[in-house]
């Protein structure tokens, strides 16, 4: 039984019902705030992560599995996920952006990982429609897909596989004591030895769990307006901001507030995000949106997802907690959990973002 039917809990019934497991999925109605139908889809593998930083590999790791699986997966439902992987640039506004940015193209390259520094006068033939810049990180590997297309091909191909999507709302887990029996939902009982954690932002909210799950909402709001025919396919990253070309329109994304479980979208958060973008492209500071939305991100203390199984409770594996990367990890999270379920060792792989790293008491 998977509990959530976004980009990780499709990807993980996807993955399962490949491996010839009997998948139900169980999906909540749809509910304002979904991560997974507000995202832009990046595939920023190298962009954010810090020094050191786990992410980075997994990242990796996530990045290559759209480039390996997406065209099979395309085939076969005759969905278009739309995945471009024409490379980010990160635009360094001062210099001392462009100082550790310098030391970010140094510290991947050591790592034998593709990224490249590109001088200001780079940057001006490659974007000319961008204000005078300090050069950029560039990123040639990195991209963007359809986050929609991605979910309904995931469901798609599942469902081909012999995965079943029921529409209920999970309430608590079915359990005696250390036994794990399914799971109670709001319309029925469910029975189901393996249970699989991927509820997003409402995942800590489950009765029954044998301890507390670390994550809260991370609300982001986002922005289109008319794609001018001039600016690159190219995702563009700014301060705290990134521009994103699908189609005529133009996305702008997106703003890191925690107010708990609220969807809405503000005046104040919108006017801040297209004022950052409009250092990007100074002529969105004088145009109105065409449409403005935001998604409620399952964010975790820090920052890592939390991927794994439960030493308290066999047969609960956690796939929850993916913040801002849900889209990049949502593949390579369901490959890990559908291996472990399997009976791989993926402990190693999973050493980082194990859930006794929370409340482990």
Request: charged share 20%; hydrophobic share 45%; aromatic share 6%.
């Amino acid at each position: 039984m998977v509990i959530g039917g976004g980009v990780v809990g499709s990807a993980c019934a996807w993955a399962l019902s490949r491996a010839g497991a009997a998948v139900t999925v169980m999906q909540r109605d749809d509910t304002p705030g979904e991560a997974w139908r507000a995202a832009a889809g990046m595939l920023a593998a190298q962009i954010e992560p810090t020094p050191n930083d786990p992410l980075l590999p997994l990242g990796l790791a996530g990045r290559a599995f759209y480039r390996e699986t997406v065209p099979a997966l395309q085939e076969a439902t005759g969905i278009n996920i739309d995945l471009r992987q024409q490379g980010i640039l990160q635009v360094a506004h001062t210099e001392a952006d462009a100082v550790a940015f310098k030391a970010k193209v140094a510290r991947q390259r050591q790592q034998s990982h593709h990224a490249e520094w590109l001088e200001p006068d780079e940057v001006a033939l490659g974007w000319p429609w961008l204000p005078k810049t300090h050069g950029g990180f560039w990123s040639p590997e990195d991209g963007v897909l359809n986050p929609i297309e991605l979910v309904a091909a995931l469901r798609a191909d599942a469902v081909r596989h012999g995965a079943r999507i029921i529409h209920d709302t999970a309430m608590g887990l079915d359990r005696e004591a250390d036994q794990l029996r399914g799971v109670i939902g709001e319309r029925d009982r469910y029975a189901a030895p393996v249970v699989i954690l991927a509820g997003g932002a409402w995942a800590g909210r489950l009765n029954q769990l044998p301890r507390p799950v670390s994550v809260e909402p991370v609300r982001g709001q986002m922005a289109s307006f008319p794609c001018p025919d001039a600016l690159a396919a190219n995702v563009v990253y700014g301060k705290k901001c990134y521009l994103l070309r699908r189609g005529d329109e133009l996305l702008v994304g997106s703003t890191m507030e925690h107010v708990g479980f609220d969807a809405a979208v503000t005046a104040e958060g919108i006017s801040g995000l297209i004022a950052r973008a409009a250092l990007l492209h100074p002529p969105l500071a004088q145009l109105t949106p065409t449409r403005t939305w935001a998604g409620l991100r399952p964010g975790t203390p820090d920052g890592l997802p939390i991927i794994g199984p439960e030493p308290r409770l066999p047969g609960l594996w956690y796939a929850v907690g993916h913040g801002r990367n849900g889209i990049l990890l949502a593949g390579v999270t369901a490959e890990l959990v559908a291996r472990g379920i399997g009976g791989q060792d993926v402990g190693e792989e999973l050493a980082a973002v194990g859930p006794t790293r929370f409340w482990d008491w």
